[in-house]
Structures are given as structure tokens and as C-alpha cells.
């Protein structure tokens, strides 16, 4: 079971974080984030099905920070790759994509990010608030 939703900001991408990080009982098997110019793209996928309530529950919080995503191909293959066990890196080269985080939830990822990103620029655009 998997959730691609498209989030407007940093902070509300971290607010997915931090929510899978207090759910314990989420049965977790990863999370991707990809920094695009107009916002995050945000996979998370579990380990196996979601009970009906916890299904609930999750898809509304989701909702409330962004919206279902279904992304082009370069980003599914992107996504894809990642998923088989290729390397960010290579990921990032291959597909043009700014690769944040994989795997578990890590908010040093992105707030790294964030702060290396708004210093090169000089300024914080929306998409880094």
C-alpha cells in the first residue's frame, strides 16, 4: 500500500514526518521526498495493508497537507529506481530529480536541504517555508 501526495512547503512535508514518527503503529516501509521547483512530492508506502480506521485516518491527514499525486513518468521511474534499491545519487542524475530523502523518515534530511538550498539562493522561496 502506497500514498504519493504533492505538498506545498517544508513545513507541511515535515508535518508528514513527524506524524509517521508519533504512529508507531504505522507499519511503515519507507518514505521518499523529491524537492521540485513548485513544490514536494511525497511517497509513503507500508509494509502491508492499512486496517480500515488507520486507512482513514491517514489518507485524511494526508489530504489536509496536500494533495493525490500522480506524477509524470520520469518521476515514477525515479520513484521506481529508488524503490529497487538504486542509489539516490544515481537516481538524481539519471532522472533530474532532487532526491531529499529515502527510506526512513528523517527530518535532518530536509531541513538540511532546506537551509543549503536557501543559502545558495540568498533567499527562501514558498516552496522552502
Known amino acids: ?17 513527524e506524524y509517521l514518527h508519533t504512529t508507531p503503529q504505522m507499519p511503515l516501509h519507507f518514505m521518499t521526498v523529491i524537492h521540485q521547483i513548485d513544490g ?15 486507512h482513514g485516518d491517514f489518507r485524511a491527514f494526508m489530504m489536509e497537507q496536500g494533495i493525490p499525486y500522480e506524477p509524470e513518468i520520469r518521476l515514477q521511474m525515479a ?21 531529499v530523502s529515502h527510506g526512513n523518515p528523517d527530518r535532518s534530511d530536509i ?4 537551509q543549503q538550498f536557501t543559502r ?10
Open 40 to 54: 514536494w512530492v511525497v511517497k509513503v508506502k507500508m509494509n502491508r495493508p492499512l486496517k480500515p480506521q488507520q
Open 79 to 99: 520513484l521506481w529506481s529508488l524503490e529497487t534499491g538504486q542509489s539516490p545519487i544515481d537516481v538524481m542524475r539519471r532522472y533530474q530529480v532532487a532526491v
Open 111 to 114: 531541513e538540511a536541504f532546506r
Open 120 to 129: 545558495g539562493l540568498g533567499y527562501c522561496p514558498e516552496t522552502l517555508a
Open 1 to 17: 500500500m502506497e500514498f504519493i501526495y504533492f505538498l506545498a512547503n517544508a513545513s507541511l512535508t515535515l508535518r508528514v514526518v
